[in-house]
């Protein structure tokens, strides 16, 4: 957990931030600090920022520093702080927002998460569900492809144990899920 403190003069802070965030960012600015959001979330402890602190620097306007963290994008959607936070912020969609705004501007500190949400999502939309072997390919390819030399272990354990079957069976369905994306999109406003 990091535990050094902030040097706020050292930092480029905008404080008009917490308000191109969120519709509502008096909403953000309810935070009290009391901390349940990290209590609550289970991928804290893997967090380079704990939700708590994130908050504090999303209020303190410490743009840079929010969007080049690994910690919007270990958030699972998961709800918990959400639910739990007792000044009623909607956090997770909150984290969403983050992500989006990560992906616009095309954070370096983002690439490898973007290529892993993309990769997994294009498979997702083709057959409705995951086929690992053709997910690990594709993220290979849109990251790093050399650093997948990195993973040739886990990966050839993985295959022994039947855990990632290289012969990509074919599943029924390709192409049945493209009006649900599209809808999404829709609704998203990405369309
Ligand atoms: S639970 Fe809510 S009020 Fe408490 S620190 Fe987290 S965001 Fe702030
Ligand atoms: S929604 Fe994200 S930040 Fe909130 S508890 Fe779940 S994983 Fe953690």
New binding site residues.
Partial sequence: MPTEVINLTAVKRDPNFVDRLSPDGDLLRRCIQCGT?TA?????PAMDLT?RRMWRMVQLGMEEEVLRSK?IW?????????VRCPRGIP??ET?TRLKEMALAREVAASRESVAFYKAFTDVVRRYGRMREMEFMVRYFLRGNPLSAFGFAGLGLTLMSRGKVRPEMPKLGGEGRFDKLFERVAELEGLK
Avoid: D, K, R, V
């Fill in positions: 959001c609550s979330c289970p991928a804290a939700p910690a270990l958030c699972s959607i998961c709800y918990q702080c959400q956090l997770t984290i």
